[in-house]
């Protein structure tokens, strides 16, 4: 199964008044061909810093980026900002969390769906318009001829994310990145969403990451699930096995932690204790050993590396769960 | 809230020139130099760094120091003055305007926007020449009348200038939660003004404040450069006004209090700016 | 689906808040309102902690607040403590509401930025003159305690130093320091980070426990309300669906939308994903609510009645009410 988008060894740093801010650290991640990976983290993990950075999104004399990208045969890291542009729109996608910041407010709809039609497939205006009246369609907005029509503001939450998802397939991208789509929107209208976004992804043969916070997000709507703690991979695996077979402490101290309609009412949540550990200044062993309940010496000392498991489960621990001590 | 060694080289300057303009204002009358009025006959139109004149003299014989530093005590007293109770007034009207809302807004933002069309200029120019002009031309006018009618004038124009400013601020504070909070806990209004509203939107003033002043010291010099503001030459203006005919021989006469003008507006414009920078900044942090 | 209906109330000496008929509308240009809250009635009991769920829109943060007078409703009662609370003259309202605290969704912006943790707890103390200086510095010690927080480490720090787990402790403990009999949660949990979330929610049940406090709960999280919940009632478009116990609405909803709302939870086992219908659409306008039933443009089980009659609460089973013309047996 060949690899649509390969992050190899790549690290993030911010230049800040308080010294050099480590956002990513060395993350390794293989996103294959028409699967969808979601990217798990609590905020201050690096999610969304590593999707910018791999995208090239992240600009600056503060910043630092080192590692490879490599997407369908491309290395983006070797290529100069206009030569990875040309990738945005058919290579590449993006949406965002908050739909109202992410579109121009005071542009109507139908201008800013067919803008992406006419510089990047250089279709007429009319031409555009009437695509873009179909994408909002295959996004399952109602009324889409009024809807093109109307400024950002006139729609709901819910309505201007589909507006951006349209946006982002216009031009039929092999990959999709989404950070935390659903979060700022209604369970019932997210449950709409990412029941849109498989459909595309099947109808399109779409790979997507998706980057949230939610593991009931990634439960149900992706084949392969990463989780990051303190800038780092620290567990990758099928979503199936991940759940099914947690070897990451912090994966299952996060799991225990949620409250969750499917267990009894008034059960006491197990917390984790203690907080994120300082990206300025991070610590020699295990960025989470200070909350692990495993945690032994080793893991206070020694950086873990990762691990692959022959059955393809990687994971950054001295001491696994389930291995025997 | 911020050490001066950490600001950056030109605004610890324009700091300093302002420390020395205060004082000038403060201490300029207990200064060993002779008032600005005295005519040093022998030395007429000295050029500056000549013996007993640092900053020379212009051709009637006035020396340019003393002039200067009457002038920083006249725009000193009369920016501070206008400020202060444009400033005042103004956030008194402003805050009280977001908080009651309704119909007391309504008239008092209709108020603002009046008072914000008439131009400074010309409503000094019709004040002095009703209150502080004498119908028999001749006759002298007191300096403190001028004064005064120029300081109502200036605050009027900048009651809803700093009034708005202080509204706006107030209209975003009063919607946080703390203040809800603090109505919760049965906290009377005056008392969540006073602690809470206050407080957070004085900074914003502040900074406006300090831009306002610069507005205001031109206005004076203005005023003074037509024969409206402060007469025979105690202030900036009028040094300039003054010092327009000797261009040609004593240009110093013209520079100096040019230059003292120009400088102390700067240096207002900097802090301000530098002030509403570091509020932005500590803002986006809430 | 109700408005109003009161057959779930269960008007017992033991009730610390009993809301009747509360009905808030915003006047918007000009001839347009927005019905926030239509003809709503509720109870709670004292030790109940009352969880009000719904999407945005459907008025609950809006009910908070006009319980709280803040401002107040445009008509209904609100009892607390046996005194009507909309009837109150400002003075006597002020002291009222100290029994009644709050605690809301934006943990930073619920403190004052210039305040210190000292005076941000003293604050109340102070307006009410409870104490001596040693006093009062003594019972700020002890709450900043039951937070869980060091008081030499925060007490001359301020809001914009701590995280929004830390600010929310200071805000609980700020809310505490009146003693109140009642507490309001408005969506307390929503800003924090997932692992911070267990933490305060464990918070606020052990202060439940410890104080005696009872609950009002504002969320949209379903997962959140059945962990910290007694009784759960389900809003929609400023109208009622459904009264319960946790346990039974979770298992046994017997509105549509409850079970809309149930089966959109995305549940954190990929062994476990409900793919079914999922409610389409989007919630109407609350300047124009549908007539009779609220929920029925998108509803699977609406019929004619639903439009011309609006459907009253009943109770379907014991504990469990539902306003809805064909509940889900």
């Known amino acids: 199964m060949s690899s649509l988008l390969s992050i190899k060894n790549m690290s993030v740093n911010f230049d800040t008044p308080r010294g050099s801010l480590e956002a990513v650290r060395g993350v390794d991640i293989e996103i294959p061909a028409g699967m969808s990976v979601g990217v798990v983290g609590e905020s201050g993990s690096g999610k969304t810093v590593m999707c910018r950075a791999a995208m090239g999104l992240l600009q600056g004399s503060t910043v630092n980026r080192t590692g490879t990208v490599i997407f369908d045969g491309n290395e983006l890291t070797a290529m100069s900002k206009e030569q990875v542009r040309e990738l945005f729109g058919s290579g590449m996608a993006m949406i965002f969390q908050d739909p109202l910041t992410a579109l121009n407010p005071v542009r109507r709809i139908g201008a800013q769906v067919s803008e992406g039609l006419r510089i990047r497939l250089g279709m007429s205006k009319s031409d555009a318009m009437a695509r873009s009246k179909e994408l909002l369609e295959l996004v399952r907005i109602p009324n889409a001829a009024a809807v093109l029509k109307s400024f950002p503001y006139q729609l709901s939450g819910g309505m201007r994310q589909r507006v951006m998802i349209a946006i982002a397939i216009a031009c039929n991208p092999k990959l999709l990145f989404a950070d935390e789509p659903t979060t700022a929107l209604d369970v019932t209208v997210q449950a709409q969403i990412l029941q849109l976004l498989r459909e595309l992804r099947e109808d399109l043969k779409m790979s997507m990451v998706l980057v949230t916070h939610d593991l009931g997000v990634v439960a149900g709507n992706t084949d392969y699930v990463a989780v990051m703690y303190a800038g780092e991979v620290v567990e990758y695996a099928p979503t199936k096995k991940l759940f099914a077979d947690m070897r990451m402490p912090y994966t299952e101290a996060l799991l225990d932690s949620i409250p969750r309609v499917d267990h009894k009412s008034g059960t006491r949540l197990s917390v984790i204790a203690g907080r994120l550990p300082d990206p300025t200044n991070r610590p020699a062993g295990c960025g989470f050993a200070p909350r692990c309940k495993y945690a032994q010496d080793k893991c206070t000392t020694d950086h873990p590396e990762l691990k692959t498991d022959p059955d393809g489960h990687i994971y950054r621990c001295w001491f696994p769960i389930g291995e025997a001590l | 809230m911020f050490k001066f060694k950490e600001l950056s080289k030109p605004t610890q300057l324009c700091v300093a020139w302002l420390g020395l303009m205060m004082f000038f204002a403060l201490f300029g009358p207990f200064l060993p130099i002779e008032n600005w009025t005295f005519v040093y006959e022998d030395d007429l139109g000295v050029t500056p760094f000549s013996p007993g004149h640092i900053l020379g003299t212009d051709n009637n014989g006035y020396d340019l120091l003393s002039s200067v530093i009457s002038g920083t005590r006249m725009s000193v007293f009369i920016a501070v003055t206008a400020v202060g109770l444009g400033g005042l007034i103004g956030s008194a009207l402003g805050i009280t305007a977001a908080f009651v809302r309704g119909k007391v807004d309504l008239v008092l933002s209709t108020a603002f926007n009046v008072g914000l069309a008439i131009p400074n200029l010309v409503l000094a120019l019709a004040l002095v020449s009703v209150l502080a002009t004498n119908v028999d031309m001749t006759e002298v006018v007191p300096i403190w009348r001028r004064v005064v009618v120029l300081v109502i004038s200036l605050t009027i124009v900048?009651?809803?200038?700093?009034?708005?400013?202080?509204?706006?601020?107030?209209?975003?504070w009063s919607g946080r939660e703390f203040v809800t909070a603090a109505r919760s806990m049965g906290m009377r209004d005056m008392q969540i003004i006073r602690k809470h509203i206050v407080p957070n939107v004085l900074p914003a003033l502040i900074a406006v404040a300090f831009l306002a002043f610069g507005v205001v010291i031109i206005a004076e010099a203005s005023l003074s450069l037509l024969g409206v503001g402060i007469p025979d030459g105690g202030s900036w203006g009028g040094m300039i006004a003054r010092g327009r005919n000797d261009l040609e021989y004593s240009p110093h006469v013209l520079y100096i209090p040019v230059i003292f003008l120009a400088i102390t507006v700067i240096s207002t414009n900097q802090i301000g700016e530098v002030l509403r920078g570091r509020l932005d900044g500590r803002e986006s942090k809430v | 689906m109700a408005g109003s209906g009161t057959a779930h109330m269960r008007n017992t000496v033991d009730s610390v808040l009993t809301v009747r008929d509360l009905t808030v509308e915003f006047r918007v240009g000009k001839n347009k309102t927005v019905k926030a809250v239509s003809g709503l009635s509720l109870d709670v009991v004292k030790g109940e902690t009352l969880a009000i769920v719904g999407e945005s829109g459907c008025g609950k943060t809006t009910l908070a607040r006009a319980i709280l007078q803040l401002p107040p409703p445009n008509s209904g009662e609100v009892i607390f403590d046996g005194t009507d609370m909309t009837l109150l003259p400002k003075e006597n309202l002020r002291s009222a509401r100290t029994s009644m605290q709050m605690i809301f969704q934006d943990p930073i912006s619920s403190l004052n930025p210039r305040m210190t943790v000292h005076q941000l707890i003293d604050e109340p103390l102070e307006i009410w003159d409870r104490g001596t200086r040693a006093e009062r510095d003594e019972r700020i010690n002890k709450l900043l305690f039951s937070v869980g927080l060091e008081p030499d480490l925060v007490l001359n720090r301020r809001s914009y130093e701590f995280s929004g787990g830390q600010?929310?402790?200071?805000?609980?403990?700020?809310?505490?320091?009146?003693?109140?009999?009642?507490?309001?949660?408005?969506?307390?949990?929503?800003?924090?980070?997932?692992?911070?979330?267990?933490?305060?929610?464990?918070?606020?049940?052990?202060?439940?426990?410890?104080?005696g406090l009872t609950m009002l709960f504002i969320s949209h999280d379903l997962a959140v309300v059945k962990a910290i919940s007694t009784r759960v009632m389900v809003m929609y478009l400023g109208k009622i669906c459904e009264v319960a116990p946790p346990d039974v609405l979770y298992s046994q909803p017997a509105h549509h939308y409850t079970r809309a709302l149930l089966n959109s939870v995305p549940i954190p086992d990929p062994t476990k994903q409900i793919r079914t219908e999922l409610l389409q659409g989007e919630p109407p306008s609350p300047m124009n609510p549908p007539s009779g039933c609220r929920f029925r443009t998108r509803c699977v089980g609406a019929s004619a009645l639903c439009a011309e009659q609006e459907p009253q609460l009943r109770e379907v089973s014991p504990g469990q009410f539902v306003a809805c013309h064909h509940p889900i047996v």
Request: glycine fraction near 4%; aromatic fraction near 4%.
């Open chain 2, 158 to 172: 900048l009651i809803p200038i700093l009034g708005r400013i202080a509204r706006g601020a107030t209209l975003t």
């Open chain 3, 167 to 211: 600010c929310q402790r200071i805000s609980i403990a700020r809310a505490l320091a009146l003693d109140p009999r009642m507490l309001i949660c408005d969506e307390p949990v929503s800003a924090l980070d997932v692992s911070i979330q267990a933490q305060i929610l464990n918070l606020l049940l052990f202060m439940k426990e410890t104080y």
